[in-house]
């Protein structure tokens, strides 16, 4: 059964910073192109960014470059999202995910507030 | 500000069948499948087509889906209260490298 369990969600001041993790299991995690989406509360879905198979390229959406990083490590089955600088407009669930196959987690609760 | 366009509600009763546009571009849907989410209220998107036109095991045939040229439809025929829902469209952006996603159609069962 494939499973994705996200974690690290939480409570932030506008400005802080905060690391998501996604444990993956029960499929070849590191066969995968893997993405972070996003759902503000009453929203829709939102690509934030995602890796390629093997880390060597990542993309963002505009209003998350160059203060959200994605990462992986296959050895570990684990997706990784550093988001710094954070906003208010950050508010969402943040969900791991991989669009494509429909593979998603529960998601966690990211909440930027002072 | 959704890149993909789905209009915001629809609506039908028991049995009826209804149909959820979603329009994008030559960098998307032109160029790439479409995938479709049911969302129902706290709980993760749940894949309902593929590629299109393909159903996932366990989900039923009175889903379906269909694309042309930039736009794509999800069809559900034979209503039924549980698909009462969120529905979203999804397709791979050439351009942005990612994913692109409509904005939402909340599907109410009358």
């Known amino acids: 059964e494939v499973q994705l369990v996200e974690s690290g969600g939480g409570l932030v001041q506008p400005g802080g910073s905060l690391r998501l993790s996604c444990a993956a299991s029960?499929?070849?995690?590191?066969?995968?192109?893997m993405s972070w989406v996003r759902q503000a509360p009453g929203k829709g879905l939102e690509w934030v960014a995602n890796?390629?198979?093997?880390?060597?390229?990542?993309y963002s959406e505009d209003s998350v470059k160059g203060r959200f990083t994605i990462s992986r490590d296959n050895a570990k089955n684990s997706l990784y999202l550093q988001m710094n600088s954070l906003r208010a407009e950050d508010t969402a669930v943040y969900y791991c995910?991989?669009?494509?196959?429909?593979?998603w987690g529960q998601g966690t609760l990211v909440t930027v507030s002072s | 500000q959704s890149v993909l366009t789905q209009a915001p509600s629809a609506s039908g009763t028991p049995g009826q069948r209804v149909t959820i546009s979603c329009s994008g571009s030559?960098?998307?849907?032109?160029?790439?499948?479409v995938n479709w989410f049911q969302q129902l209220p706290g709980t993760a998107p749940k894949l309902v087509i593929y590629?299109?036109?393909q159903r996932p095991s366990g989900v039923p045939d009175r889903f379906s889906g269909s694309k042309s040229g930039t736009s794509a439809s999800l069809a559900i025929s034979g209503l039924q209260s549980e698909d009462e829902a969120d529905y979203y469209c999804?397709?791979?952006?050439?351009?942005?490298?990612?994913?692109?996603f409509g904005g939402g159609t909340k599907l109410t069962v009358l």
């Open positions: 030559s960098s998307n849907i032109g160029s790439k499948d």
């Open positions: 590629s299109s036109n």
């Open positions: 999804a397709s791979w952006d050439v351009s942005l490298n990612g994913w692109v």
């Open positions: 890796i390629k198979l093997d880390g060597s390229e990542q």
């Open positions: 995910a991989d669009p494509g196959t429909g593979y």
């Open positions: 029960g499929f070849t995690f590191s066969s995968y192109w």
